[in-house]
């Protein structure tokens, strides 16, 4: 048996029947790790004690004939702005590089409570802005589908670990698609719930309003299950709630926006999408077209609402309370305390997250502010309009994931604009607050195409549904 190959029911049934131990399986992951991390560096950190532990508790459960919940013995991986306390959460940053988390994020502890096995924390792009995992203060990650390939971002390392069968499934954060976009590279599945779905705490802010922690699996059955054991309710985030599950149907009416099939994406992607379509169609469901027509505004209202929170979230990286201080480096000269402020984060921040604070920044100055952030707040919410209205005759919208295919590492690093661009199709969804995923159709040569699915508020489980009739398994 290739223990790295199993989902997670494969390995909840294999646990009960003690065809295998949680120990056996843990290793086996560890051991993948240590054989494949050096070429994909999926992994910013490992943590074999803590798995090891936590595999012994599942063991000892298993040997008394407790009731086991479905996570527990599922080996998964952690993106590395979410907190998991006593283990380093960098946000792939110099200026947290030796920061320890003092306490466990609202989704690791449920996660503790099922007893799943944290693996380690994965890299990604520092503090989530970026879409490729090359501006990461540590190193880039590769994908595993194309190693000369990047993996997305900014939640790639995740989307590598699982691709990679470095890990069960994983947690990543989705601001304006930093889950689906690397799940649609790396050929993997990749959720972001409504805003709301899933509590916040414990995951470094970038920008609060259009965070979301999600899964990424193999399946959607292996998404469904991660993801109901993180959703619901938690009273450390006011914006968190109990949503009711939604419930499937027999047939579904899909929209196509007209908006999101334009020029400048790849003729190959669109051409098996729409086979994918078509076979859905064939199913007995309704596709017709739709307009969402404040699409063509959503990137340049994103990235003036992004920066804006980042610049105000990233504010307390000062070098006085925790992290990286000028103050305390012998290299750095340092006078006063406007000095140290400014040498720690210069030197502690990368050059993608200062070009978004100096954004951000120069958005919400006096002047500026009416003309910039407040605008592009009228445009969020006309762009949540268009939504509102597609839902009134639609279960669901069928778009890309991405324009292109997973392009070569350092590609488009010196480029940002067209870094920007990568996040066309995905972010209008962060900003109307609706769930997504992103579900693998096939393949181009050795590169994955996606299909993203969009879904009414709180209704997860019907995006599941519908995604189940789509995905299709990569070589």
Request: hydrophobic content about 40%; some cysteine; proline content about 5%.
């Amino acid at each position: 048996m290739e223990l790295t190959n199993f989902s997670i029911g494969e390995i909840h049934e294999g646990l009960l029947r003690k065809q295998f131990s949680a120990r056996e399986i843990t290793q086996a992951y560890l051991d993948k790790i240590a054989a494949d991390n050096g070429k994909i560096f999926a992994y910013l950190k490992v943590t074999p004690e803590l798995a090891m532990q936590q595999a012994k508790a599942i063991d000892e459960r298993i040997m008394a004939g407790d009731k086991l919940p479905s996570l527990a013995g599922i080996p998964l991986a952690i993106k590395d702005n979410i907190l998991v306390d006593g283990v380093t959460c960098t946000s792939a940053s110099k200026i947290l590089e030796n920061y320890v988390a003092p306490y466990d994020a609202t989704v690791i502890r449920k996660l503790k409570q099922q007893g799943a096995i944290i693996l380690g924390k994965t890299n990604m792009d520092e503090f989530a802005m970026g879409s490729s995992t090359e501006t990461s203060a540590f190193g880039v990650t590769h994908n595993p589908r194309d190693l000369e390939c990047v993996p997305g971002g900014s939640s790639g390392g995740s989307a590598a670990a699982v691709a990679g069968n470095m890990c069960v499934a994983a947690l990543g954060s989705d601001t304006g698609g930093s889950i689906r976009q690397p799940a649609f590279f790396c050929g993997v599945v990749g959720l972001k719930p409504t805003y709301g779905a899933v509590s916040r705490y414990g995951c470094t802010a970038y920008a609060s309003s259009l965070d979301q922690i999600g899964p990424l699996a193999k399946t959607v059955e292996d998404a469904q299950t991660l993801f109901e054991a993180i959703a619901g309710a938690d009273e450390m985030d006011s914006t968190s709630v109990d949503a009711k599950p939604a419930k499937g149907k027999e047939n579904y009416t899909i929209g196509i926006p007209k908006e999101y099939f334009i020029k400048g994406i790849d003729p190959r992607i669109e051409a098996m999408l729409r086979v994918s379509f078509k076979e859905f169609e064939k199913r007995g469901h309704k596709i017709v077209e739709i307009s969402l027509p404040h699409t063509e505004y959503a990137l340049a209202c994103y990235y003036i609402i992004a920066t804006s929170e980042a610049s105000a979230n990233l504010a307390r990286f000062d070098g006085i309370r925790y992290g990286y201080s000028a103050e305390r480096d012998a290299a750095v000269d340092t006078k006063d305390l406007l000095s140290i402020y400014l040498q720690s984060r210069g030197r502690g921040f990368g050059p993608e997250v200062r070009r978004r604070i100096m954004l951000g920044t120069y958005v919400l100055s006096a002047g500026y502010y009416d003309a910039y952030y407040v605008r592009a707040q009228k445009v969020r919410t006309l762009i949540k309009q268009d939504f509102d209205k597609a839902f009134e005759v639609v279960d669901a919208i069928f778009t890309p994931t991405s324009p292109n295919l997973a392009f070569k590492i350092g590609e488009n690093i010196d480029d940002p604009l067209t870094m920007y661009l990568q996040d066309i199709f995905t972010i209008s969804i962060n900003l109307a607050g609706v769930p997504a995923i992103s579900v693998p159709v096939g393949q181009i040569g050795k590169l994955p195409v996606g299909v993203q699915v969009i879904g009414k508020p709180f209704q997860e489980a019907v995006l599941f549904d519908i995604a189940r009739f789509l995905q299709q398994p990569l070589r």
